[in-house]
């Protein structure tokens, strides 16, 4: 059960192993009756999103067209897609979750995970657009050399995109094998055809409006739950939290916070990664480029970050509720005392309570939903940076737009295979490590080189080389040491770094490498890359010149 809950609540883009590892339930998974309202929901928004594809391929005619939906994408619908990107189905289910087992420290988690955005991305968003042309490596190789800058950068793309691939899939097989009925092998091959065709044929345009649908499915549904919620304590907090305390086992505990994170190292180091990782995340990056000015970068975010607000404070409404509503009704417990299908089953069990079977149908719906849009630009950032940054620049300068498309697109063929197939062969493993991995390298590698390309001008290839790869390493090496892969996947009895998320230290030791080895740079070569900042500069205040060419250095 507890491999279950942790390849179940793993795949969210916004929850680490921290909240899983709150939620310790053991038993066996029980499988629940065919959901057919669930199913024709399903059917019917797969529908609904083939045919946009079928829309989308109409009209992505370019590589722009392909990569960034020509920029055509407004500042909201842009917000929308972010934020489909970045609220899944286990951030819906698993922070739920966290506030039906723990209460308030739930809101903590809730809220933590919006802290990046306002403070990071409003500090890249206008640059990064100005500066980049499909992808994050763009902004760093402009006054770098390209081929090592660009290797650096989609390495770490690809790792990241990887790990968040394979958490997905095993979170769609068994959200699917618990809600549909269907086998999970079944559910893993479904998730990953899908996604292909999204991508294949639509390319960012269809990848956008997917998620803009999915983003307007969950908030509605979320929405109403929560309305539902408050209807039945007369709109009021205040017998929401005592009906919530009389009925948790916890009782008023469960409004104090603490509990969740182990020591002040810990709670830096997560609250880093989170922070720093969100900034990093190339199919979050990625989406910038949609829109067609730094205007519309900046509405982005300031949407982006209105419309999770919204959806975290609806997942404490919902988890409070889970407590009162389902908590306290036998029906929704096996016969052991426990939620049929655990803890993370709170926020499912709610939408029975309060919409009944064809609300149930509904949520189950978006629950899936919510990961093929996620998966969706997995993916293509994934293809984006094999084709543009490795093929297109480094392998094969001055490649022709077709030559470039016909390579990403059969990386999409390729990544798809190789999800449907890490989806099958994690299927039975912890896998809640990986995305402590993938937010960690995200901030270890990618964000410093983008936030130092941008802001300091002493920085050289040799520093941006040298302390990117030294934090990439740094974050795979010390959580393979932590307690988390050393101890519960590996089976030592104690870990050789004690702490579970390594972010704190890579973080640390990307930016020093990067300051230590841009300062002894005395090369011409390095004087000749400080000099072009300036140059940078005023680009990235003006957006002059954003169709960027490859330059060899």
């Known amino acids: 059960m507890k491999r279950f809950l942790t390849a179940l609540a793993a795949p969210l883009l916004a929850l680490p192993a921290t909240v899983l590892a709150a939620d310790a339930i053991t038993g066996d998974v029980q499988r629940q009756p065919t959901n057919w309202?669930?199913?024709?929901?399903?059917?019917?928004f797969v529908a609904l999103t083939l045919y946009i594809t079928y829309w989308a391929s109409k009209r992505t005619r370019?590589?722009?067209?392909?990569?960034?939906?020509?920029?055509?994408?407004?500042?909201?619908?842009?917000?929308?897609?972010?934020?489909?990107?970045?609220?899944?189905?286990?951030?819906?289910?698993?922070?739920?979750?966290?506030?039906?087992?723990?209460?308030?420290?739930?809101?903590?988690?809730?809220l933590g995970f919006l802290v990046g955005w306002p403070i990071i991305l409003f500090l890249i968003a206008e640059r990064l657009r100005n500066l980049g042309r499909y992808t994050f490596a763009d902004v760093a190789s402009y006054r770098l050399k390209q081929?090592?800058?660009?290797?650096?950068?989609?390495?770490?793309?690809?790792?990241?995109?990887?790990?968040?691939?394979?958490?997905?899939?095993?979170?769609?097989?068994?959200?699917?094998?618990?809600?549909?009925?269907l086998n999970y092998h079944v559910a893993v091959v479904l998730v990953g055809v899908l996604m292909v065709m999204y991508v294949l044929f639509g390319g960012m345009l269809a990848t956008t409006w997917v998620q803009i649908i999915k983003a307007v499915l969950l908030l509605f549904g979320a929405s109403f739950m929560a309305f539902m919620v408050m209807k039945h304590v007369g709109f009021s907090f205040n017998n929401l939290f005592n009906e919530a305390m009389a009925a948790h086992p916890k009782g008023a505990a469960i409004m104090s916070p603490g509990g969740l994170v182990k020591d002040p190292i810990s709670a830096l180091s997560l609250g880093l990664g989170l922070m720093f990782g969100t900034a990093g995340l190339p199919h979050i990056l990625?989406?910038?480029?949609?829109?067609?000015?730094?205007?519309?970068?900046?509405?982005s975010v300031l949407y982006a970050t209105g419309f999770m607000g919204y959806f975290y404070i609806l997942t404490f409404i919902i988890g409070f509720g889970a407590i009162m509503l389902v908590g306290a009704n036998p029906a929704f417990k096996d016969a052991a005392g426990a939620l049929i299908g655990g803890n993370n089953m709170a926020a499912v069990h709610l939408a029975n309570a309060v919409g009944g079977n064809l609300f149930l149908g509904f949520i189950s719906a978006v629950a899936f939903a919510t990961i093929l849009a996620v998966v969706a630009g997995l993916t293509l950032a994934g293809a984006s940076a094999v084709s543009h940054d490795l093929y297109a620049n480094v392998f094969r300068k001055g490649a022709s737009e077709r030559d470039e498309i016909r390579v990403s697109k059969i990386t999409v063929l390729i990544l798809g295979v190789v999800a449907i197939g890490l989806g099958i062969l994690f299927e039975k493993q912890n896998i809640a490590f990986m995305v402590g991995l993938a937010f960690s390298i995200a901030a270890s590698c990618n964000f410093p080189i983008i936030l130092l390309s941008m802001y300091?001008?002493?920085?050289?290839?040799?520093?941006?080389?040298?302390?990117?790869?030294?934090?990439?390493?740094?974050?795979?090496?010390?959580?393979?040491?932590?307690?988390?892969?050393?101890?519960?996947v590996l089976g030592h009895a104690t870990a050789i770094?004690?702490?579970?998320?390594?972010?704190?230290?890579?973080i640390l030791v990307a930016f020093v490498g990067i300051w230590v080895f841009s300062i002894t740079d005395n090369s011409p070569e390095g004087n000749l890359e400080r000099g072009k900042f300036r140059a940078q500069f005023i680009r990235s205040q003006t957006g002059i010149g954003i169709e960027q060419s490859s330059r060899a250095h």
């Open 497 to 506: 770094f004690p702490y579970e998320y390594p972010a704190l230290f890579s």
């Open 147 to 181: 081929g090592p800058i660009r290797i650096l950068s989609a390495c770490g793309s690809l790792v990241v995109v990887a790990l968040y691939l394979i958490a997905q899939m095993v979170g769609a097989g068994k959200l699917i094998e618990l809600l549909f009925g």
């Open 37 to 44: 309202q669930a199913i024709i929901m399903f059917v019917i």
């Open 286 to 299: 990625m989406r910038f480029f949609t829109v067609s000015d730094a205007r519309e970068a900046r509405k």
């Open 62 to 110: 370019s590589r722009s067209d392909y990569y960034t939906a020509g920029g055509n994408i407004t500042g909201f619908q842009n917000g929308l897609a972010i934020s489909g990107d970045f609220m899944s189905a286990a951030s819906f289910l698993g922070i739920s979750a966290l506030v039906y087992t723990s209460g308030y420290d739930g809101l903590i988690y809730s």
């Open 456 to 488: 300091w001008s002493k920085l050289t290839t040799r520093g941006a080389m040298i302390g990117g790869w030294l934090g990439l390493l740094t974050a795979v090496i010390l959580m393979i040491l932590g307690p988390t892969v050393w101890v519960q």
